[in-house]
């Protein structure tokens, strides 16, 4: 499974973005896919996930704010991103976990800048 994640930017506080997240390769694999986000000096943490069957996790800092959601047609997840914060500024990476054994896939990561 290969990951190709995009949709950062820069944004200022209270704007919006999308990210996407293309995967390709074994998709019918894919048990599920989460974005994670690491801030600089940061440990790399979850920010959602969504698995197969729907099921949707969200971080506490980031409900009600952040949306995940799939396309299963070109299998593709996207993260939309409201009410930005500066906070929120990070490099966003994009993870699948697929096969019998839980494997990763990470994607390149996209960088989010949110200004005050």
């Known amino acids: 499974v290969q990951l190709q994640a995009s949709g950062g930017g820069l944004v200022q506080a209270g704007g919006s973005l999308r990210l996407s997240c293309a995967a390709s390769g074994s998709t019918a694999s894919i048990n599920a896919i989460g974005w994670y986000r690491q801030a600089p000096g940061e440990q790399r943490e979850l920010v959602a996930s969504?698995?197969?069957?729907?099921?949707?996790n969200y971080a506490d800092f980031v409900k009600g704010r952040f949306t995940i959601s799939r396309n299963n047609a070109d299998n593709t997840v996207y993260l939309q991103m409201r009410s930005l914060k500066p906070e929120d500024t990070a490099i966003y990476y994009c993870n699948a976990k697929f096969g019998p054994r839980g494997n990763d896939s990470w994607g390149q990561g996209t960088l989010v800048t949110v200004s005050s």
């Open positions: 969504i698995y197969s069957g729907g099921v949707r």
